[in-house]
């Protein structure tokens, strides 16, 4: 490669760096609510579960 395409492909290719960098940070933090929220509905799940009861052949 001559020194002409390799500054084109750095010069298109360095910029989205810094945008890539923010979506990857926006998916970890994304995976980490997600994660949060998994286990605040399996308490739930647990908790209604001890009060309610199993909800089988139980009378309404």
């Known amino acids: 490669m001559d020194i002409e395409t390799t500054a084109l492909i750095l010069g298109v ?3 989205l760096y810094p945008s890539l960098f923010l979506i990857y940070e926006k998916i970890g ?5 997600c994660a949060e ?24």
Do not use: D, W
């Open 29 to 33: 933090k994304y995976e980490v609510i």
């Open 37 to 60: 929220f998994e286990a605040l509905r399996a308490e739930h799940e647990k908790i209604k579960g001890e009060h309610h009861g199993s909800g089988i052949n139980q009378p309404h």
């Open 13 to 15: 290719v360095l910029p």
